[in-house]
């Protein structure tokens, strides 16, 4: 039960030959390109990775790095493959190479649709990283005097300006963090001695945020301190009050960019596995048309092209059949060695009967 | 005495026309980079424009676009110009339009020259405008409500950010002025109106800055109020603080940054005028060889070219006596209908002599 059968004539052999060299051309590139693409979210991740609690998320950039450098080989031996095909004198050369050489491109094409597919499905892993790391980088705001954690305020305040967005997931994540470090408290004050003591654990905790979370488009100067209270400030009303600071959440913001860039990088590297999967299908069915020629006299007949000889199933068994040989190939001949020893040590003891 | 003669064999003149053949065409490709530095400075500026007082400004991108057209159509001309004279039968069509070409030309890289200093020169013109608009701007932060300069704060704010500047020469420029509306002020109360009180004029002026003078890699929370009060806040020396705000002025930081883009620009566009320079200095050969070649006859005989048949004073001076006879063509000595009493002399006739023009 052959799949997917079809007639070639010598014509249109040469114009699958033809087709599939300029294709193989248009996958190397496309090889190249999502090698770039790779390239380029990794090091939009890197940027970050100071948020970020883990490095899971690289998966998908390493994958894509992977599949477009071997993408780049495979598709440059199909080139010149289709080359030597419709010679019939010089295609026997490649006879040997090309069952494993489709097996492995197969292989490749489905690890790209993986790729693809955790581009859209690793939002989950992204967002609870993000959580954990913001968290923490709010948490060591303040700590611009311990070494390792330096650099965290700086880091979170260039991202909220960059980003438009102010703390985890919302603004009032820096109402329950001491992000003012004790370095510049004055403890004599009674205004600070009141607020410690009413915290259990003894944190500053106060109703205001970093300048970083200020919104620049607002009509009026920025309010950071005592946001809550509608009193300290004129004219002003909290619930009300829009564009004063970014109502955003970092986490939110982080997310929807990066998702937006591995969405749009999805869809690229969809389409180049799209090429891809051409490209492997018309080198199968110039291979299996190119093999009904070989030994014939007449090289311009006509020949059938197929996917699979048998069905999928009988296909299947057969290749895990072989796998399984190759594996048990050693513990076979021992067997066989053994049973052959045994054979000769039998017979040896007739001969002097006769 | 000729300036500068070589002599060129036909092999040599044709190779020469086809090397300045690819040089225009390189040239037509200068000449578009020019445009594109134009337009990009163009663009840069009118990004900023809000901040700039005066349009002289444009002056400079508005003068690299137009040359950079010229520069193209000059080139464009020169490459069909090169491409025909390896055949002295086209040539014969250009012959009496080289001349006017090549004089075009050197006067055009004259502009190119020019438009390289502009660059340079622009600096001064640059820093008024910023200085000037600056300050409007920074007077008009507060009015968020008017019109027209509703979106003054906003700019203020994210240039401030963006440059990592503050203020026009500092941070005390915000100490001048009221930047807070008087829409956010609480006129009940004491301070407020002591404030108003205590300024001649009204203004409510204190020692704070805008949020977006502060710098991110303070190691302390930003202080942007009661900045110059020691006391007002804990274990603070506002003379020795020097990363809690910004340092640099904005007139200072735009100035860097617009300046550095010029310097990039005015290079660029010196080392086209030095390779404008070389093309035609190679036409003006091409096209005394080739014209000594027709004067000879013989199209595949060695020929002579030169920058100048006779010296630069020669030349200079025979210039100077046509456009004196310019002007003396004119006149009326000869007009039949006028009766003049001129002195005749035996021999002499009456018709002035022909204008000829710049002789090869």
């Not at chain 1, 990794?42 to 790095?65: C, F, G, W, Y």
């Not at chain 1, 419709?86 to 489905?110: E, H, I, M, N, T």
């Not at chain 2, 807070?180 to 609480?186: C, G, T, V």
Request: proline letters at 4%; hydrophobic letters at 40%.
């Amino acid at each position: 039960m052959v799949l997917m059968k079809m007639k070639f004539s010598f014509q249109k052999r040469v114009k699958l030959a033809q087709a599939l060299w300029l294709l193989s051309w248009v996958a190397t590139i496309g090889g190249a390109v999502t090698f770039s693409l790779g390239v380029f979210l990794k090091t939009e991740l890197q940027r970050r990775s100071e948020v970020m609690d883990n490095t899971e998320i690289h998966a998908v950039p390493n994958t894509l790095m992977i599949v477009g450098l071997a993408s780049l080989g495979v598709n440059f031996f199909a080139g010149r493959m289709c080359q030597d095909a419709l010679d019939p004198s010089r295609f026997p050369r490649w006879k040997g190479l090309l069952q494993p050489y489709l097996a492995v491109a197969v292989f490749l094409a489905l690890v790209m649709l993986v790729a693809i597919v955790m581009s859209y499905a690793m939002k989950g892993n992204l967002e609870a990283s993000l959580k954990v790391g913001l968290k923490n980088g709010i948490r060591y705001y303040k700590d611009t005097d311990t070494p390792g954690r330096c650099y965290q305020k700086q880091t979170i305040d260039q991202l909220q300006m960059e980003f438009q967005c102010c703390g985890n997931t919302d603004f009032r994540d820096w109402f329950e963090v001491q992000w003012v470090s004790n370095r510049y408290l004055d403890f004599n004050s009674k205004e600070v001695k009141d607020c410690i003591k009413s915290n259990v654990d003894g944190h500053y905790l106060v109703d205001s945020v970093p300048f970083s979370c200020c919104n620049p488009s607002s009509p009026r100067p920025c309010i950071q301190h005592r946001l809550t209270n509608d009193s300290a400030h004129y004219s002003y009303e909290y619930e009300a009050e829009e564009l004063n600071i970014y109502v955003r959440g970092c986490r939110e913001a982080l997310v929807s960019y990066y998702m937006g860039l591995m969405n749009s990088i999805g869809a690229g590297v969809l389409s180049i596995f799209l090429v891809q999967m051409s490209v492997l299908v018309s080198l199968r069915y110039l291979q299996t048309a190119m093999e009904a020629v070989a030994g014939q006299e007449n090289t311009e007949m006509e020949t059938e092209g197929y996917l699979l000889e048998k069905s999928v199933k009988a296909t299947a068994k057969e290749f895990t059949d072989k796998v399984l040989t190759l594996l048990q190939l050693n513990q076979v001949q021992a067997v066989e060695g053994q049973a052959a020893e045994g054979q000769a040590a039998e017979a040896t003891p007739e001969k002097p009967v006769s | 005495m000729a300036v500068l003669k070589v002599t060129f064999t036909k092999t040599k003149r044709d190779k020469l026309a086809q090397v300045l053949w690819i040089l225009n065409w390189v040239s037509v490709v200068t000449g578009m980079i020019l445009l594109s530095i134009g337009f990009f400075l163009k663009v840069e500026i009118q990004r900023r424009q809000e901040l700039m007082s005066n349009r002289e400004v444009y002056s400079v991108p508005n003068m690299l676009i137009a040359v950079g057209h010229i520069a193209c159509a000059i080139n464009f001309l020169g490459g069909k110009i090169c491409y025909d004279c390896v055949d002295t039968t086209k040539f014969l069509r250009w012959k009496l339009l080289m001349l006017p070409y090549i004089i075009c030309t050197f006067f055009f890289t004259f502009c190119l020259l020019a438009g390289a200093f502009m660059c340079y020169a622009m600096r001064h013109e640059l820093e008024e405008s910023l200085s000037i608009g600056l300050q409007d701007a920074m007077r008009f932060y507060k009015d968020t409500d008017t019109p027209g300069r509703c979106f003054l704060k906003r700019t203020v704010d994210l240039l401030q950010i963006q440059f990592q500047c503050c203020g026009n020469d500092g941070f005390r420029d915000w100490f001048h002025i009221q930047w807070i509306s008087n829409r956010y002020l609480d006129m009940s109360r004491g301070e407020v109106t002591d404030r108003l009180r205590s300024n001649v004029e009204g203004k409510y002026l204190s020692d704070e800055v805008p949020f977006s003078c502060c710098n991110p890699s303070s190691p302390r929370p930003c202080i942007q109020h009661q900045v110059t009060n020691n006391s007002a806040h804990y274990n603070y020396d506002y003379q020795v603080e020097e990363l809690n705000l910004w340092p640099k002025g904005c007139r200072q930081a735009l100035l860097e940054y617009y300046t550095h883009i010029m310097q990039s620009i005015g290079l660029t566009v010196l080392l086209i005028w030095l390779f404008e320079l070389s093309v035609l200095t190679g036409v003006r050969y091409l096209q005394t060889s080739m014209e000594n070649v027709l004067r000879q006859g013989d199209p595949d005989s060695k020929s002579d070219g030169w920058l100048l048949e006779n010296s630069f004073a020669e030349t200079a001076r025979y210039n100077f006596n046509i456009i004196k006879n310019l002007g003396k063509c004119y006149q009326v000595d000869d007009d039949p209908n006028i009766d003049f009493q001129t002195p005749t002399q035996p021999g002499s006739d009456n018709v002035p002599p022909k204008p000829i023009l710049f002789a090869t």
